[in-house]
T-cell receptor
Framework: GENVEQHPSTLSVQEGDSAVIKCTYS??????FPWYKQELGKRPQLIID?????GEKKDQRIAVTLNKTAKHFSLHITETQPEDSAVYFC?????????FGTGTSLTVIP | ETGVTQSPTHLIKTRGQQVTLRCSSQ?????VSWYQQALGQGPQFIFQ???????GRGNFPPRFSGLQFPNYSSELNVNALELDDSALYLC??????????????FGPGTRLTVL
């Protein structure tokens, strides 16, 4: 089955700086890559996703890039704000079974 | 917030007991997936149901079973509870057809503690 690795496990940035989280996957058949944000005690919420037919997608301060050849994808958050502090999970799938990374705890320091 | 709801919010059981967790998907969503999220880990896929039929299963033993009903609700049943079953259980619904990759929307989860 698919194996998704996520790095780093923790990340601290100053408010206003950028944050980058990287994930690699093993199954070349995977074609959908969502990113979820999970605040403490709350449900995972979809923040952005990308399909394998595009290399980059942007939504305001958040962007995701995908390199199918290298089998990795990254989440980029610019102009970070304290409310961006949360755990971020990447996932990969070629069907509806999502394989999640182990999460990145992002702390934005005011 | 999504239209996916789960009940109960918290549950405490003892080892060996049985538990039923419930999920109500967004109206019109034919697919529901269940995940187990241990503390500090990413969600692990348990199984998926599409139009009341199991449509895929992760690496979980048969004592984890499920049902999906025509009214967009579903259940996760766990028999013979073990201490390691303590986790947050999440359901996620999606509108698409089985076999197609589709966005999943998560419920708030049920926190199960097994003593």
């Amino acid at each position: 089955g698919e194996n998704v690795e996520q790095h780093p496990s923790t990340l601290s940035v100053q408010e206003g700086d950028s944050a980058v989280i990287k994930c690699t996957y093993s199954d070349s058949a995977s074609n959908y890559f969502p990113w979820y944000k999970q605040e403490l005690g709350k449900r995972p919420q979809l923040i952005i996703d990308i399909r394998s037919n595009v290399g980059e997608k942007k939504d305001q301060r958040i962007a995701v890039t995908l390199n199918k050849t290298a089998k990795h994808f990254s989440l980029h958050i610019t102009e970070t704000q304290p409310e961006d502090s949360a755990v971020y999970f990447c996932a990969a799938t070629d069907r509806n079974q999502f394989y999640f990374g182990t999460g990145t705890s992002l702390t934005v320091i005011p | 917030e999504t239209g996916v709801t789960q009940s109960p919010t918290h549950l405490i059981k003892t080892r060996g007991q049985q538990v039923t967790l419930r999920c109500s998907s967004q109206s019109g969503h034919n697919t529901v997936s269940w995940y187990q999220q241990a503390l500090g880990q990413g969600p692990q896929f348990i199984f998926q149901y599409y139009r009341e039929e199991e449509n895929g299963r992760g690496n979980f033993p048969p004592r984890f079973s499920g049902l999906q009903f025509p009214n967009y609700s579903s259940e996760l049943n766990v028999n013979a509870l073990e201490l390691d079953d303590s986790a947050l259980y999440l359901c996620a619904s999606s509108p698409g057809l089985a076999g197609l990759t589709d966005t999943q929307y998560f419920g708030p989860g049920t926190r199960l503690t097994v003593l």
